[in-house]
């Protein structure tokens, strides 16, 4: 899934005789080694810089967050899952009542091939989230790479994820 931003008419920048702060540099973003593969941090992204099982047995390799609190987490399954079941894996970990749920799609993570899907979810108590979730096999390895945004913040956040994806290379 590619995304890509419409381009708008550049302001007219009127000259001041005023001096003006020097520019503040861009972030560059910063390298992440995980069990198996190595990616980018996007600018402006935290690592929580912790390893940890999440609920369903796996095991979480990598797990950022923006400023807005979206989510990038990269885990591993508990068990791996067949090529040929990926999709059916996502089916079953969306949450019941979701929303806006995509087809299953091919996906391309550095060559190797998987299965995406984006749908709206929210666990009980909480805000409904915007989700794109990929699962992808390597190296006897179910890894799951999603993101979980606020909707309203989903446009502003893919971008990480992009990020995430075009700079990651298996170790």
Do not use: H
Request: net charge negative.
């Amino acid at each position: 899934m590619l995304l890509s931003a419409c381009g708008a008419p550049a302001p007219t920048v009127t000259p001041s005789s005023k001096a003006s702060a020097p520019a503040t540099p861009t972030a560059a973003p910063a390298p992440f080694a995980g069990a198996g593969f190595r990616t980018n941090i996007p600018p402006g992204w935290q690592s929580t810089d912790q390893s940890t099982s999440p609920g369903g047995g796996g095991t979480v390799l990598m797990d950022l967050f923006s400023p807005n609190q979206s989510t990038i987490v990269v885990s591993t399954t508990a068990q791996p899952v067949a090529d040929d079941q990926l999709a059916v894996y996502l089916a079953g970990i969306r949450p019941p009542g979701a929303t806006e749920v995509s087809p299953a799609e091919p996906v391309d993570v550095d060559g190797v091939s998987g299965v995406v899907i984006t749908f709206i979810g929210s666990n009980p108590g909480s805000a409904a989230r915007e989700n794109e979730v990929m699962v992808v096999n390597q190296g006897g390895n179910t890894y799951e790479i999603a993101l979980s945004t606020l909707p309203a913040d989903f446009s502003t956040d893919s971008p990480g994820l992009q990020e995430v994806l075009n700079s990651w290379s298996w170790a």
